[in-house]
């Protein structure tokens, strides 16, 4: 499973912005995706994850602000964020499993992206 980020940007606060991650290669082992971000300094962590059941789950300092979703036909998954803080300044990462669960822990993901920079000032 190969996955290419792409969207991230830099913004003012209260912007908005959608990040995208094209899925390649062995897409049927992608049952579960996730957005994880790690600011300088700090551990990776998880933001929001989606599994093929719908299933969605989204870190709490995050609930309300950003939307997880996916265009299977497209083979992309989509974080729209929106009210942006510069406590969301961070590399933003795209990862997926075969498991079909729908965690936030990085320890779940055996696939991931290079990453997309955003950047809230």
């Known amino acids: 499973v190969q996955l290419v980020e792409s969207g991230g940007d830099s913004v003012q606060a209260g912007g908005s912005l959608r990040l995208s991650c094209l899925v390649s290669?062995?897409?049927?082992?992608?049952?579960?995706m996730a957005w994880f971000r790690q600011a300088s300094g700090k551990e990776r962590e998880g933001v929001a994850a989606?599994?093929?059941?719908?299933?969605?789950s989204y870190a709490d300092s995050v609930k309300g602000r950003f939307t997880i979703s996916k265009d299977n036909a497209e083979n992309t998954l989509y974080l729209h964020m929106n009210s942006l803080k510069p406590e969301d300044t961070a590399m933003y990462y795209c990862?997926?499993?075969?498991?079909?669960?729908?965690?936030?822990?990085?320890?779940?993901?055996?696939?991931w992206g290079q990453g997309t920079q955003v950047t809230v000032s």
């Open positions: 990862a997926a499993d075969w498991s079909g669960r729908c965690g936030l822990w990085v320890g779940e993901y055996n696939y």
């Open positions: 290669g062995r897409t049927y082992l992608a049952n579960s």
């Open positions: 989606l599994n093929s059941a719908g299933s969605t």
